[in-house]
């Protein structure tokens, strides 16, 4: 007994020095601290610890940056890191820097940036990075007599990963277009693995969705009475406060834990099978009413998939599971477009792909002996079943009955009668055309088909020709590196995948040639996906001129091209993602602006001509861009500048000076008044576009923003009639404040003026501009009044050859490239 009694208070002894640490721990990192890989953040009242945890992935140990509630058995609520593990020998560090720059430094490695505010010349305030008692990783600024909270620049709450901590909000901020949801990770032990589930918040039916590959997979039902109706009650009423917010600011659902000294407060998990459990009462205590969805019934909140509406309806509704086998009956016609075989992790997920597919008629189904995965082997409407009680079994869906009701008699006739009269009237149509002048155009039209056609041709046999190809293992080769000089074929399976079926939460923005898509590879790489519209103004043509193009290009400040993706008619383009989106997202927006100061908008003017200069003196070959702005300038983690967007771009030969189009295409403003009026184009058309590019960097407004005595001017008008004045430091965007160089500044200006001079001959070389930007010492000449001082319609017309034809839609381009 008195043994036992002593055993009692050693361990109270040990939980109240254990507490007694954590609330003389600190919970800030100040200007210049830094947390090592064994140091810890701690919450005020210790709940909550951030500081490095070690994993084993694929054999190395691994450090995350990790927030973790203080108790046996924690969840990781929250990495900082999980597409970025650390090598335990490279000795991270998580600093705040002088710079207000919170970050994560490691040996032999880039910094990885969580965020940096802006720099304020107040002494009564100090910005500091705290672990709050909610879980809460802040980055704020705060007042130095009181520590109050004065605002708030990041917090870890906006970038949830699997966790759903009280106080956290799942919807989406309409201010910005940021959406907070959930993903699930690929299996409990490897944050680097993105799972395929999502957990939702949709606004306009208030209630919570789970999506598997960006399809709904189960929904919370309606909130009534305190809960959801597919979660459940016990669990609901007794531990969750929910609060709906929905306003023009946000739409969001966020709760807290009721009032029970005695419970543990919860803590929201979607486990990489898709499910939902409260980790804070109990490990895997699941709060919805059914564990996992198969896709075909609707108990418990489960949603059943529907087939797409382009498929012909000639299978019910289930598959049956039969003794027998597939035979191939028309080996000749057999859709190659679906894989024949798939990796799944059960026969769900082999239900769903053949039940998404219109020319699926069943599978067969295997488990490989290494894992719990699961090989599906599809089979097309070009085989046939054979019923054989010995053999093994397999899924088979049925065919429906092949007498088709009266109505679908009736469709079909009234089909083909409308089909008759389309053919008569289009035979009508070609004898009246071929009677006038018109059947020029039409001969124009039908060699288009036929260029159209050839190229798509040329475009599939550089698919099938010898190049790596992308299914599940991500962009790497045997020893985990990149291949920069391997143009890589994705499959439509694997770009499905990445972008979680091309979810809208996954789109980036939408462009003149069709929407941009982020998405992760199962290595945890990130990519952008540029998926061409089938109707875009860009062809085969011009699609196979940006992948050559980008293919052959490799410079530090042009956008990476990993590889493409051919399905059908559809074509994707597959670069590296840029996680800092355009230079236009900061440069034009008045509270984003605020992160590009002066020293960060010289360097990425640097790049920018850096990477001109390669396009036309460095490259293989001569390369005109022909649609510089700012939109077409990615910045990556560091804000460091690299263009992209190749659709317009035109191959000269090196002793080639310029050519000329009948049909001008591109983003009017940054236009040179020779391509613009005349259709003429050289490397001194880019010259221009930088010129006026440069000058919005420097001003931090658009092109056409100015204006002078209820006159439109653009930029470079405006910025002319303030260097004839003397004036030219009034261009500066008050946003950079003391950290502009006024001479730097001033001389950017004065090569910005010459840039775009009316008369091509007089503008310098991007070889000139490198050396009047870093040679400060260097003369510059006088600029004379340029081209295009005044905002002014151009009337031009692209018919019979009277003049070039201009097009330019509310800045977004659309490429127009003539065969050379």
């Known amino acids: 007994m008195a043994a036992g009694r002593m055993m009692k208070c050693f361990i109270m002894l040990i939980i109240f020095a254990s507490r007694w640490t954590w609330h003389n721990a600190t919970d800030t990192l100040k200007q210049g601290d830094t947390l090592n890989s064994t140091g810890s953040l701690v919450s005020s009242s210790g709940k909550f610890s951030l500081n490095f945890t070690l994993r084993t992935i694929h054999g190395s140990d691994s450090n995350f940056l990790s927030i973790m509630r203080i108790k046996r058995e924690a969840n990781r609520a929250w990495i900082a890191n999980p597409d970025l593990p650390i090598s335990s020998s490279s000795s991270p560090l998580l600093t705040l820097d002088t710079n207000n720059t919170l970050k994560i430094i490691h040996q032999g490695g880039d910094p990885f940036v969580l965020s940096t505010a802006p720099q304020t010349n107040d002494t009564s305030t100090s910005v500091v990075a705290t672990l709050l008692d909610s879980g809460n990783f802040v980055l704020q600024e705060v007042s130095s007599v009181n520590r109050s909270t004065i605002r708030v620049f990041w917090q870890s709450f906006d970038h949830p990963l699997d966790t759903f901590l009280p106080g956290m909000k799942l919807g989406i901020d309409h201010r910005n277009g940021h959406i907070w949801s959930l993903l699930s990770r690929g299996s409990r032990d490897n944050p680097l693995s993105p799972g395929p ?200 869906l049925q065919p429906k009955s092949p007498h088709s009701p009266p109505h679908k008699k009736r469709f079909w006739i009234g089909t083909s009668i409308a089909a008759a009269l389309v053919v008569m009237l289009f035979c009508i149509f070609c004898y009246r055309l071929r009677r006038t002048k018109l059947i020029l155009s039409a001969g124009k039209c039908f060699e288009h088909n036929i260029n159209g056609a050839k190229i798509q041709n040329e475009l599939l046999d550089f698919m099938k020709s010898k190049r790596p190809t992308h299914h599940v293992n991500g ?47 199962v290595t945890g790489r990130e990519i952008a996906v540029k998926r061409l519209s089938k109707c875009s103004a860009q ?63 010289f360097s990425i003017i640097e790049g920018i001509t850096q990477g001109l200069l390669y396009l036309h003196k460095y490259s293989r070959t001569r390369i005109i861009h022909r649609d510089l702005k700012a939109s077409n300038i990615l910045l990556d983690e560091s804000m460091n500048p690299k263009i992209s967007d190749f659709g317009m771009a035109r191959i000269f030969t090196h002793n080639e000076e310029e050519a000329n189009t009948n ?158």
Not at 259 to 288: M, Q, R
Not at 292 to 299: A, K
Not at 328 to 335: A, E, F, G
Request: glycine content about 8%.
């Open 475 to 521: 962009l790497q080769n045997d020893d985990g590196n990149i291949r920069p000089h391997d143009l890589i074929v994705f499959s439509y399976v694997s770009v499905l995948a990445a972008t979680r079926n091309f979810s809208e939460e996954n789109k980036l923005g939408q462009g003149g040639f069709g929407p941009v898509y982020k998405g992760k590879l």
């Open 663 to 820: 049909r001008v295409m591109g983003t009017y403003g940054y236009m040179s008044p020779e391509y613009a009026m005349k259709g003429i184009f050289s490397i001194k058309s880019d010259v221009y576009s930088f010129g006026v590019l440069m000058l919005e960097i420097i001003s931090g407004r658009r092109n056409n923003s100015f204006y002078n005595d209820d006159r439109m001017l653009n930029i470079v008008g405006y910025t002319w009639k303030l260097w004839k004045e003397g004036a030219g430091l009034q261009l500066m965007d008050p946003t950079l404040g003391d950290s502009c160089n006024g001479d730097q500044l001033l001389r950017c200006i004065h090569v910005g003026l010459l840039c775009v001079e009316e008369h091509p001959a007089d503008r310098p070389t991007m070889q000139d501009v490198v050396s009047m930007l870093t040679n400060e010492n260097m003369s510059l000449p006088v600029p004379t009044k340029p081209a295009f001082c005044t905002e002014r319609n151009v009337v031009t017309s692209g018919i019979a050859g009277k003049g070039p034809e201009l097009i330019s839609i509310n800045g977004l381009s659309i490429s127009d490239l003539d065969g050379r």
């Open 197 to 396: 589930f999502s957990l939702d918040w949709d606004p306009n039916g208030h209630q919570l969705k789970i999506k598997k590959d960006g399809v709904v997979y189960w929904t919370s039902g309606v909130f009534s009475d305190g809960r959801f109706e597919f979660i459940l009650p016990d669990v609901s009423k007794k531990r969750y406060n929910f609060s709906i917010v929905s306003n023009q600011n946000e739409d969001y659902l966020t709760y807290t834990s009721k009032n029970d000294p005695s419970a543990p407060e919860p803590e929201w998990v979607l486990f990489p099978e898709g499910y939902l459990s409260d980790y804070g009462a109990h490990v895997d205590n699941y709060i919805t009413e059914v564990r996992y969805c198969d896709g075909y019934n609707i108990v418990g909140g489960c949603v059943k998939r529907d087939r797409p509406s382009d498929c012909i309806e000639l299978f019910g509704d289930e598959f049956e599971i039969k003794k027998g086998y597939f035979k191939i009956i028309n080996s000749t016609s057999i859709n190659t477009s679906r894989p024949a075989s798939w990796i799944g992790t059960d026969d769900i997920d082999c239900k769903a792909n053949c039940w998404q597919d219109c020319d699926c008629l069943g599978f067969d189904l295997s488990f490989l002996n290494q894992t719990k995965d699961a090989r599906c082997q599809f089979w097309s409407v070009d085989c046939e079943f054979i019923e054989e009680l010995t053999a093994n079994t397999s899924f088979v």
């Open 539 to 601: 062809g085969a043509l011009e699609f196979k001129n940006e992948l050559i193009l980008i293919y052959e290009l490799q410079h530090t400040n042009l956008v990476q091209l990993f590889g493409f993706c051919i399905h059908g008619e559809e074509r994707m383009l597959i670069y590296e993602y840029m996680s800092n989106k355009s230079l236009d997202y900061f440069l034009f927006d008045s509270s984003r602006g605020g992160l590009l100061d002066w020293k960060k908008r």
